[in-house]
């Protein structure tokens, strides 16, 4: 289970550092093999590649109405290996989707990641936090 968050940053080419804490689980898991795919909300997701192949098929047998968003999942999902310094290459397609800059959040979801431009996710934590809480979490506390 992946958790917490990483600010980090691209270098020019658009490649990404994974944290150690989470390369070695992804070198374990999956041995550095990641899927890589755009997010609506404005993001990129980040699978280790067994979790993206179970996603995969159950979006591959959606009907022909979610045609659409077979098209935002599969068809802007990428391969990619980590190097051996830990990095993954974030596509240029990808980055542009998005609008992802130099500094960038990555956010453990559990099974997977969500990377994030950093102030696109500020704005958007900003205005979840100014539209309140959800019905759905009305009986959640810590």
């Known amino acids: 289970m992946f958790q917490g968050a990483s600010s980090l940053n691209l270098d020019a080419k658009g490649r990404m550092t994974i944290p150690s804490r989470h390369r070695d689980a992804l070198l374990l898991q999956c041995e550095g093999r990641v899927t890589l795919t755009k997010h609506p909300h404005g993001c ?6 067994p979790v993206w192949e179970s996603h ?3 979006i591959a047998a959606w009907p022909m ?3 659409a968003w077979q098209r935002i999942f599969l068809g802007n999902a990428s391969d990619v290996e980590m190097d051996g310094a830990g990095r993954i290459l974030i596509a240029p397609e990808l980055r542009s989707a998005v609008g992802m800059t130099r500094d960038v959040m990555l956010l453990g979801m559990g ?4 990377i994030w431009d950093a102030t696109k996710l500020a704005e958007s934590e ?15 506390s810590f």
């Open 65 to 67: 109405s979610a045609r």
């Open 44 to 49: 990129l997701l980040f699978f280790p590649r």
């Open 126 to 140: 900003a205005a979840a936090v100014a539209n309140g809480m959800p019905d759905v979490l009305n009986d959640f």
């Open 111 to 114: 099974s997977h990641f969500e």
């Open 56 to 58: 995969r098929e159950q």
